[in-house]
């Protein structure tokens, strides 16, 4: 990014570009963006400007400022809403492990600290295999980060259970990590209790009986934190687990 002094068409708004932290410069072209959709009802086609300063984000990830791309990447999912093309033929080659481990692993990083879920494209969904693969080589934060995320998906998405990042998942992550899942999962049937009169109860009720039926019989890692986790919410499921 140079130091030259960039206006955005129509918004009344300039930028420094040298100027900002690279990394508050990714969260200044989201806000930027939903300014212009939300004020101005453009696409991010119709504003150059803006595209170049997202194209100029992406383009310092290949090198050692990565920041500004780990904050897009914090928003993917209203990235996806707003710039879907671009999001799929610029923004996602930096989610590639094989391309550019070190990028990608600052890029899942930021993906990682948003409780907001993308759409699970098909080539999305192969790059969260791999960084699912690298499990191990995340902070503690990420790693403390990801296990809601799978929750979250594992509540919203029925297909979850037989995903191939799933699968990734369990083979890759700590016995901490998978604990730490069900904690989550079990925080969501607490809200789910709480719920006056809610419909997906039986069915809520039904998945995490599956879910842990699977557990119990042959699936990967099992181990004694997971195991005491799971013991522990049993009993709130006993009915449909013994009717299996």
């Known amino acids: 990014l140079d130091g030259s002094r960039r206006s955005f068409a129509g918004s009344n708004i300039s930028l420094e570009l040298g100027a900002s932290p690279v990394g508050s410069l990714g969260f200044l072209a989201v806000s930027l963006l939903s300014r212009y959709l939300n004020d101005f009802n453009r696409s991010l086609s119709e504003a150059p ?23 897009l990447a ?17 923004l996602i080659r930096l989610f590639d492990w094989e391309r550019r481990a070190k990028t990608a692993l600052v890029v899942w990083a930021g993906f990682f600290s948003t409780p907001f879920l993308p759409r699970f494209s098909q080539a999305f969904s192969r790059l969260f295999v791999g960084a699912l693969k690298n499990f191990a080589s995340f902070d503690q934060d990420t790693q403390k980060a990801i296990p809601r995320l799978m929750a979250a998906c594992l509540r919203l998405r029925s297909d979850v259970i037989d995903s191939d990042w799933f699968i990734a998942y369990l083979q890759n992550s700590t016995d901490e990590s998978r604990k730490s899942l069900w904690d989550c999962l079990d925080e969501l049937d607490k809200g789910q209790d709480q719920a006056e009169e809610n ?25 004694e934190k997971e195991w005491e986790s799971i013991v522990s919410l049993i009993p709130k499921l006993d009915r449909f687990l013994t009717e299996a």
């Open 199 to 223: 419909p997906f109860d039986e069915a809520w009720e039904n998945w995490m009986g599956e879910l842990i039926r699977r557990r119990l019989t042959g699936g990967p890692n099992l181990g």
């Open 49 to 71: 400007e803006l595209e170049a300063l997202l194209d100029a984000i992406v383009a310092d990830a290949d090198g050692d400022r990565v920041l500004g791309a780990a904050a």
């Open 74 to 90: 914090q928003n993917l999912s209203f990235l996806e809403f707003a710039a879907a093309d671009w999001v799929s033929a610029k």
